[in-house]
């Protein structure tokens, strides 16, 4: 079964798309993907894991493909130092980024810049003020305490996402700690500064109302940081 694609409203010159991940991709369509991304998904243990894999990188070349206008077969990849795919430099320019939780992926593209996506399906977390305290600033942990029980599952979801829509935007890896930065948990827009070893990157972040039983945000890198997304962040 070809993976299913949802385009997302969200603000111009952004797109958004929701791919579901529950099913199999059609054999031509596992023949799309590069030689690697097929040896990846090889290297998976459980066939779940493997098919969500599949579906994802799948449908993140659909996407592209229809965005750049070029097949799906021929797009190819190249890396920031942190890992950070982005379409290689012989390939028209577009700014992408992917996130997936179970059977879900949100794929965020934007015509240039650097830019970050992170989703969870809303789910218990019953250990989120334990996973705050490593992971929040202080003012952030209040502004969880302060959600309440009967909310606290959403409201450290939107902090969580919103921390890594982020860190994906400024491609970091994990060479910078969530903890060292503010990016709130109101489902508001944001400029995040993000200290990093070569200067501060600002980021603008938001939170996106796809889905009820989805929480998801989006961030911009819009100061500082490249040459490019600085080796030595």
């Not at 993140?60 to 130092?81: F, T």
């Not at 890992?83 to 059977?103: T, V």
Request: hydrophobic residues 45%.
């Amino acid at each position: 079964m070809s993976t299913a694609l949802v385009a997302l409203p969200v603000r111009p010159p952004f797109q958004l798309w929701l791919a579901s991940l529950g099913q199999a991709p059609h054999d031509e369509d596992i023949a799309t993907l590069s030689d690697a991304e097929r040896a990846r998904a090889a290297r998976f243990r459980f066939e779940r894991d493997r098919r969500r894999y599949l579906a994802a990188h799948v449908a993140l070349r659909r996407v592209l493909a229809r965005y750049v206008d070029m097949p799906p077969h021929a797009l190819a990849y190249a890396e920031g130092p942190f890992g950070k795919p982005r379409l290689a430099d012989h390939l028209p320019r577009c700014a992408f980024n992917m996130s997936h939780s179970d059977d879900v992926a949100v794929i965020a593209l934007a015509p240039e810049g650097e830019i970050g996506v992170d989703v969870e399906v809303l789910h218990a977390m019953p250990d989120a003020e334990a996973l705050a305290g490593r992971n929040f600033t202080a003012t952030e942990q209040q502004e969880l305490a302060a959600a309440g029980t009967a909310r606290r599952d959403l409201a450290f979801l939107r902090g969580w996402t919103r921390k890594e829509a982020c860190l994906k935007a400024i491609g970091s890896g994990l060479s910078i700690t969530p903890e060292t930065f503010e990016a709130g948990l109101a489902p508001v827009e944001r400029d995040v500064t993000i200290p990093t070893p070569s200067s501060p990157a600002r980021v603008r972040v938001w939170t996106e109302p796809v889905d009820a039983d989805l929480v998801c945000a989006l961030a911009q890198l819009v100061g500082p940081l490249p040459a490019s997304l600085a080796a030595t962040s």
